[in-house]
């Protein structure tokens, strides 16, 4: 039987800040390859996107093992090869890639017009 340390964050929530127009006391969480949750209890409303990190998993291993990149220097990595022109259209970029912040901002965006 394992035990999980009251240290480890498996799914650590964050409140979302006030200017994003959600209401008060909405949090959300992230997890690995793109999947998201956000919870919007005043309005009885759960959000979850998910996706499949097969093809994401695969190459951000190849870049820690093959390339020596850090963690984070893989997920970069990732997230800027779907910004060239060359590789924007191929099926990673468009079914895999993780969004930008930006992007997360145009969805909650999109959640608070929805709901006005």
Same mark, same amino acid.
């Given at each position: 039987?394992?035990?999980?340390?009251?240290?480890?964050?498996?799914?650590?929530?964050?409140?979302?800040?006030?200017?994003?127009?959600?209401?008060?006391?909405t949090f959300?969480?992230?997890?690995?390859?793109?999947?998201?949750?956000?919870?919007?209890? #005043?309005?009885?409303?759960i959000v979850? *996107?998910?996706?499949?990190?097969?093809?994401?998993? &695969?190459?951000? %291993? $190849? +870049?820690?093992?093959?390339?020596?990149?850090?963690?984070?220097?893989?997920?970069?990595?990732?997230?800027?090869?779907?910004?060239?022109?060359?590789?924007? #259209?191929?099926?990673?970029?468009?079914? *895999?890639?993780?969004?930008?912040?930006?992007?997360? &901002?145009?969805? %909650? $965006? +999109?959640?608070v017009a929805?709901?006005?």
């Amino acid at each position: 039987m394992s035990t999980i340390s009251p240290n480890t964050c498996h799914l650590c929530l964050r409140y979302v800040h006030p200017e994003t127009g959600l209401p008060e006391g909405t949090f959300w969480a992230w997890g690995l390859g793109n999947q998201a949750l956000i919870v919007i209890p #005043e309005w009885n409303t759960i959000v979850i *996107h998910q996706s499949d990190t097969t093809e994401f998993l &695969k190459r951000f %291993i $190849s +870049l820690i093992s093959s390339e020596k990149m850090t963690g984070e220097e893989a997920i970069e990595q990732l997230i800027l090869s779907c910004r060239e022109a060359a590789t924007r #259209e191929t099926e990673y970029c468009i079914e *895999h890639r993780f969004i930008s912040r930006c992007e997360f &901002k145009q969805l %909650i $965006s +999109l959640v608070v017009a929805a709901r006005e």
